[in-house]
């Protein structure tokens, strides 16, 4: 054989040993995960007894979509939230406890307030794109907007469809605050005006299909492209949807066509039938939402977790601005308070048949959980890494184990929660450790009592005197048996535990205004200190700048500055400026009448 013949020979041979490796190496290489879908659906302000899957005695609000996802999967008996807004959805989008990023604040995030999730603590969606998810958010932000950054599409999520400060106006998407009024309805970056006078959940639905429809056609494009070119199978996006709904917080307002259901005639008080209206509009698009998954083919594949921020907030007092028609009866007061009407939220855990075991569904869990938890058990299921500096940082538990086996969770349950910290642990502040609770008072909330779903308010027992209280919770759920002066080592104990978790405890953030809607509405005003991708800023895709507005003032990514806001006293009617062209929206339901809480 001649030298060239033997060269040629043994490059044949070198190439195809390198081929028959290569071949064998991608054989042997064990697939990736197939990581779930993740969705993550959050009610506003609904009670126990506004519902019908926890069984409330007096319950009298008809949610069967609701309540057949709960027994469809696993409810969760004891699952704590805080008693408002903004922390609750802090521990959500975190897995940490407010009080690690100074967000447990006693009257919630205020409209224009300076107060955000700090950068340095990454949010769900910025943890899961290690893990190739695409995070989509719909509804209610409420975690702070000083600067773009952060707002959803600066803090991780692609897309964003709603508003950012605690409540705006289902209709006209407006909010009045200490003489202050704004609009607040965004795509991404943009002001969202073509949503001003429909109902909001018109909106949400929409954008929930939009968000499904161009996540299917993306895989199947990525598919038929690597058909196309013979390559490897291409791993399918795992999809994070965190739907934030706008009810039932208020303002109570029916939906369309703009009278109560026809499913709350027997509703008596006028005020909680229109609160029954709007839960039988959620309890459609829940129902909808996951129909949807179905449609395009999502859900078998798919991990939905619900639960409600805080508990329901009642009529507690005639003319207050947040008193609602929000039911937690028999537990005891509700939203704003620690008692358990307040801080003990409805919430279950379910999914489709490739993720969620057959053999739990319709199981109830007692296990201990805090809202952090959500959040923690979202970061398994998706694989997703936490940075380095942040590993040892997040509270939440892992308690996916439990919800798919019924034992405890990797480590153990959870044994404790801290339901609230604040002022150092010395007002304001409740623990519970196994069937223990305890508050820290006097001070344990807005008001006291319980409230039935008539509005009628049964007074709270009489206790002794003192700052604390203690209740057995597993055997006095209603909270009716202060026994902090029977178990005076245990108030010790449960005073100890609470203040150890100080180690890493901050002040709540400043929650002066900061951005009042100085042009007609409510918006970052401060320069972002780092950038965040282009992409997002420019908004959701080829739609964004039809739904803006008509005219093509509104397809401006922000409204431009020091443009009026005006009220036209003979109409009644909000005037904005946007872009040159003024802009008429429908009168308010109400002016402002001074300050507010700031209950959002």
């Known amino acids: 054989m001649s030298v060239q013949a033997l060269a040629l020979a043994l490059c044949v041979a070198i190439a195809v040993a390198v081929a028959a490796t290569t071949a064998t190496a991608n054989a042997a290489a064990p697939a990736a995960p197939r990581r779930p879908n993740v969705l993550m659906v ?242 459609a698009a829940v129902g909808r939402t996951v129909a949807l998954y179905e449609q395009y083919g999502l859900w078998e594949n798919t991990v939905l977790l619900l639960t409600s921020d805080n508990g329901g907030m009642p009529p507690y007092k005639k003319g207050a601005e947040h008193a609602s028609h929000g039911c937690n009866f028999p537990l005891r007061a509700g939203k704003a308070s620690l008692f358990e009407g307040g801080v003990r939220s409805v919430a279950f855990v379910t999914g489709g048949d490739a993720v969620f075991p057959a053999a739990r569904r319709g199981a109830v869990d007692r296990n201990l959980w805090h809202a952090v938890d959500f959040g923690a058990t979202v970061l398994s299921l998706g694989g997703a890494s936490v940075p380095a500096g942040e590993a040892g940082a997040l509270d939440g538990v892992d308690m996916w184990p439990t919800v798919v086996s019924g034992g405890s969770a990797v480590g153990g349950p959870r044994t404790e929660v801290p339901i609230n910290i604040f002022e150092w642990g010395f007002l304001y502040s409740a623990m519970r450790v196994g069937d223990w609770k305890f508050i820290e008072g006097p001070f344990t909330g807005l008001y006291d009592g319980y409230f039935k779903p008539s509005g009628e308010r049964v007074a709270p027992p009489a206790r002794p005197g003192g700052l604390a209280y203690l209740f057995n919770v597993t055997a006095d759920p209603t909270e009716q048996h202060d026994l902090h002066e029977q178990h005076p080592g245990v108030v010790k104990a449960m005073r100890a535990r609470l203040l150890s978790y100080l180690d890493d405890y901050h002040n709540p953030q400043p929650n002066n205004m900061t951005c009042p809607p100085f042009d007609g509405f409510w918006r970052p005003c401060l320069p972002d200190t780092r950038a965040h991708p282009a992409a997002q800023r420019a908004g959701a895709g080829a739609g964004a700048g039809a739904d803006a507005g008509a005219g093509g003032a509104a397809a401006e990514e922000r409204p431009a500055d020091g443009k009026a806001r005006a009220l036209d006293a003979s109409s009644g009617a909000w005037k904005l400026g946007f872009g040159g062209d003024t802009i008429g929206f429908p009168a308010l339901d109400r002016l402002p009448e001074g300050a507010t809480v700031g209950f959002d």
């Open 42 to 283: 959050v009610l506003d302000d609904v009670g126990r007894a506004d519902v019908g899957w926890p069984g409330a005695p007096d319950a009298d609000i008809p949610t069967p979509n609701l309540d057949k996802l709960a027994r469809s999967g696993v409810a969760l008996e004891n699952f704590y939230t805080q008693p408002v807004c903004s922390p609750t959805r802090f521990a959500l989008q975190t897995a940490r406890y407010p009080f690690r990023g100074g967000f447990q604040h006693l009257q919630t995030i205020r409209p224009g307030s300076g107060a955000a999730i700090p950068l340095s603590i990454s949010t769900l969606p910025e943890m899961l794109a290690s893990s190739n998810y695409s995070s989509h958010a719909i509804g209610k932000w409420h975690l702070g907007m000083p600067r773009w950054e952060n707002t959803p599409t600066g803090r991780g999520y692609q897309s964003h469809v709603g508003y950012l400060i605690g409540e705006t106006d289902y209709y006209n998407k407006t909010r009045c605050y200490n003489g202050d009024c704004g609009y607040d309805f965004w795509r991404d970056e943009r002001a969202f005006l073509a949503a001003n006078g429909t109902y909001s959940m018109n909106q949400y639905m929409s954008e929930m299909e939009r968000i499904l429809q161009e996540h299917t056609d993306h895989q199947a494009e990525a598919k038929a492209e690597a058909a196309s070119k013979s390559s490897a199978s291409v791993s399918e996006q795992p999809l994070f949807v965190y739907f934030a709904h706008q009810v039932a917080h208020t303002p109570l307002e029916n939906p369309p066509p703009g009278s109560p259901a026809a499913a709350c005639a027997k509703v008596i008080n006028a005020g909680r039938r229109t609160f029954c209206s709007m839960m039988v509009a959620v309890d």
